[in-house]
């Protein structure tokens, strides 16, 4: 089961974001460029509502993604999921019974190559597919490596988080808020 079933995670970059992805009714929220000294409020707050925090450790402010933040982000902080595009942290994650999210950018052939190979080595739980808005990656990408796909990036109608999930995204990222108040009826649409 994949995310209990939330299809759709809100990620939030502001703290007012925040407050509203806590009010809402999803269970796992991502963090995206937060600072490093806000972490343990949030995570402590989170705790408090019973949401779950999937961090993505390339965007927070103030942390490198060196093997020091791997290990405080798994350690100290202790999210149920860490998304990034380095290597160490999925491994570390992973090793740490973290869910291990591998971010990838759908550039051009040579990048998706390269991603794959990483992919190989890492054996994340999830891809992230970034942009979002191209359904047909979105299945030669689960064929290829047989990883269960996220997606997000540039969603902005209720139709792409559709597109994505009809062709096998187990869950759509989006900070779009009116997506977030509006997702019961993008699923019933299905």
Known sequence: MHFQN???IPAVKTISQLDKAFASPFEYIVLLEMHIGQL????REAKRLGKKLIIHADLIHGLKTDNFAADFLCNEVKPAGIISTRSNMILKAKNSGIIAIQRVFLIDTIALEKSYSLIEKTTPD????????IPKMIEEVYERTK????TGGLIREEEEIVA???AGAVAVTTSDKKI???????????
Request: without cysteine; hydrophobic residues 50%; aromatic residues 10%.
């Open 164 to 166: 994505a999930l009809s």
């Open 40 to 43: 343990m409020p949030i995570k």
């Open 147 to 150: 990883v269960p796909v996220i």
């Open 180 to 190: 977030w108040s509006n997702f019961q009826n993008i699923l019933d649409d299905m």
């Open 126 to 133: 999830y891809i992230e597919l970034l942009p979002g808005i």
């Open 6 to 8: 939330q299809q759709i």
